[in-house]
């Protein structure tokens, strides 16, 4: 059973880099047709999608927050990572990573996120 | 503004059913496939509803899901107070270039 577990600073200053990583366990990064994403939710409000990448190192990114968001992948490491610079405190939320399954053909078919991590909450404030 | 239409609330009374709308347009779910999430109070989303009306294994046939054209419906039959949580939308949006997810604004169920 594959599971996901964020971790990273909880308190981040504004207009620095918030950095966090999701870490696969219970199966490879690599296997199978799944990519990886990055969610966040501020408190009270509804979901926000910020980015994928496949294992290849292939990346998609939310238009809004693309110019400040970077997402890598370390198949080594069974670990995938979210930057996001110059940070506000709108980008105060929970952050959940999550994995989603994919048919590789085309179009892509996506079919749904079947497994997210439970949540790890970072706040920015000086 | 989410990209997607849910409407903010539903409530029923307990053994009865509840329907979820989600609208969007042909860019998002007219031409991708929609999935549902269900989030109890202080947990992270889980995932209902794939393929627009597929359920994972464990999932109860209690939930349902249905697509046509640029709309989605979740349906839910027995209602019971542990169903009392927030529900989402989500599908791929084609719209630009590289193509992004979006998801509903959720909706909060109320089993009275």
């Known amino acids: 059973q594959v599971q996901l577990q964020e971790s990273g600073p909880g308190l981040v200053k504004p207009s620095q880099t918030l950095s966090l990583t999701c870490t696969v366990s219970g199966g490879s990064i690599s296997s199978g047709s799944y990519y990886w994403s990055w969610i966040r939710q501020p408190a009270g409000k509804g979901l926000e999608w910020i980015g994928r990448?496949?294992?290849?190192?292939?990346?998609n990114y939310n238009p809004s927050l693309k110019s400040r968001v970077t997402i890598s992948v370390d198949t080594s490491k069974n670990q995938f990572s979210l930057k996001l610079s110059s940070v506000t405190a709108a980008d105060t939320a929970v952050y959940y990573c999550a994995r989603a399954s994919y048919s590789s053909g085309w179009p892509v078919k996506h079919y749904g996120m079947d497994v997210w991590g439970q949540g790890t909450t970072v706040t920015v404030s000086s | 503004q989410s990209v997607l239409t849910q409407p903010p609330s539903v409530s029923a009374a307990p053994g009865q059913k509840v329907t979820i709308s989600c609208s969007g347009s042909?860019?998002?779910?007219?031409?991708?496939?929609v999935s549902w999430y269900q989030q109890l109070p202080g947990t992270a989303p889980k995932l209902l509803i794939y393929?627009?009306?597929k359920r994972p294994s464990g999932i109860p046939d209690r939930f349902s899901g249905s697509k046509s054209g640029t709309s989605a419906t979740l349906g839910i039959t027995g209602l019971q107070t542990g169903d009392e949580a927030d529900y989402y939308c989500g599908t791929w949006d084609s719209s630009l270039s590289a193509g992004h997810w979006v998801f509903g604004g959720g909706t909060k169920l109320t089993v009275l």
């Open positions: 393929e627009n009306n």
């Open positions: 990448i496949y294992t290849s190192g292939s990346t």
């Open positions: 042909s860019s998002n779910i007219g031409n991708n496939y």
